[in-house]
């Protein structure tokens, strides 16, 4: 086991609310590496949300149909551990990004986040498209 695999598996960054980001190609185990690390999060004792971008697109396309996105985006954000499995597997669109935005803004700093993806971080950009000042609805952290 390499090093920071091993480092990775002690859950040690879990409680150090620091992200994990896993990208590589199709079919090199990113998702299952990920699940692995959640179990173990999970037999720790911890609580571990896990959403593919469409999943979680959906569900806060659900609450923002009935208006419940904070208790929702808060919910997601009461576990210590947030999964979102394959960014970049199929186009996404703006409900995506900004369901994508929503989490990670509101996790920033308080909790774990750990992104699979077939594309570099540095690449998100490019298969989200950007959130722009008028469409987003407010800082889920500070409320600006």
Known sequence: MSKRVATLVTLEWIGRTENLAVAGPSGTG???FVEALAHAAIEAD??????????LT???????????VARTVA??????????????????????????????DAAYERRSVAVTSNIHPSGFDQIMPKITAG????????GA
């Open 30 to 32: 990113k998702s299952h």
């Open 46 to 55: 911890l609580r571990v949300a896990w959403f593919t971008l469409e999943s």
């Open 58 to 68: 959906t569900t806060i396309g659900k609450a923002k149909a009935d208006g419940t």
């Open 75 to 104: 919910r997601v954000c009461r576990c210590d551990l947030i999964v979102v499995d394959d960014i970049g597997m199929l186009p996404a669109g703006q409900d995506a990004a900004e369901a994508f935005y929503r989490v990670i």
């Open 135 to 142: 469409s987003r609805r407010g800082c889920v952290r500070c």
